[in-house]
């Protein structure tokens, strides 16, 4: 069966040392080790330095493990949320968090934006009583970026107000810096190219205090993977639960094959590969990119108004093998998506826009 290319934004291509990694892991019989082995231990840690590496992490930060990044919002609203959680709402997954602090029944207030646009730093107005704020770096459902300066700017000195930031779709080509911070969160599925099943929680000691806080006045901050819990376990690299130990073991060994090809080099990939992207439907007839602000275009997850019927469009390249997303909900048949990951080469890339030159 011929090879498919998948622009999808998650799951997405596979990372190319991905299938190499699978066979290594299954010749050393990864999947039949004990959670509870050294030789577990020495996985987590190695995924552990490597991520710090990546990351450029400071030294105050754990990384704990879950199921998913939907799980770390209701990790983070139940263990660091307690007088008022500031959800920056731009897109259907920032959307989604908030909900989640609805359901919970936690203190929250949105501040939203119509889809497709982000965030100016000046109009973000933050009460006295906002001791957590979650914003996406980059929504996937519209396509939009906020700009870091923007984000490292949310704590405006107030040390005691929690930022978490989604990087699903912009890890690991995103330069956060972590001292600005307190908690950044992504799933594997997007931008390192693994099969789904992985959440990864970025957290600092300044989380884990809240917890403490918020447990020492008697409120429920969750049972195996709870904040505290989970990083008393990480202190001896061991987790609460039996875990993906299969998916440590790939993300540790992925997270390596890019730092030694270097996350500047792969960074600098991704922004010519988007620049390509862009110019091609900024000059197309047919195609627009959704998002109009330069300021606020991802480089990660491309979004593109298509004249005809968008599901066409798909169908057309999934005959070339070339796989691209629709776009969210009542935007499906309006829009394509494409994710440009740094598993997805340059020449595929091109191979793509040459393809939709022909067809269009
Ligand atoms: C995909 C995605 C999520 C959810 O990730 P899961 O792995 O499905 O939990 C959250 N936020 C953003 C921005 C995403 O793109």
Known sequence: MAKKIYFTPGPAALYPTFEQHLKQALDEQIPSIS???????EIYQDTFE???HLFDLPNEYAILFTSSATEIWERLLMNCVDSESLHLVN?????KFYEYALDLKKPAIKYDVPFGEGFHKNDIEINYKTDHIAVTHNETSSGVSIPLETIHDLKKGRNNRLVSVDIVSSAPCVS???TKIDSAYFSVQKGFGMPAGLGVWLVNEKCLLKAEMIESKGMVTGTYHRLREMWKKFEEFQTPETPNVLGIYLLGKIAGDMLKKGLEKIQKETEEKAAM???FFDQH?????FVKNPAFRSKT?????????????IQKLNSKNLVVGSGYQEYKSKQIRIAN???????????????LKEMV
């Open 285 to 289: 007839a047919q195609f627009e990119p």
């Open 277 to 279: 992207l862009y110019r």
């Open 35 to 41: 959670h509870r082995s050294n030789h577990f231990r």
């Open 50 to 52: 490597n991520l710090k």
């Open 91 to 95: 897109g259907a997954f920032s959307k």
């Open 341 to 355: 990951f740094p598993a997805t080469s340059l020449e595929e890339t091109e191979c793509l826009l040459k393809s």
């Open 176 to 178: 956060l810096d972590f």
């Open 301 to 313: 997850v491309i979004v593109v108004n298509t004249q005809v019927s968008s599901g066409e469009i």
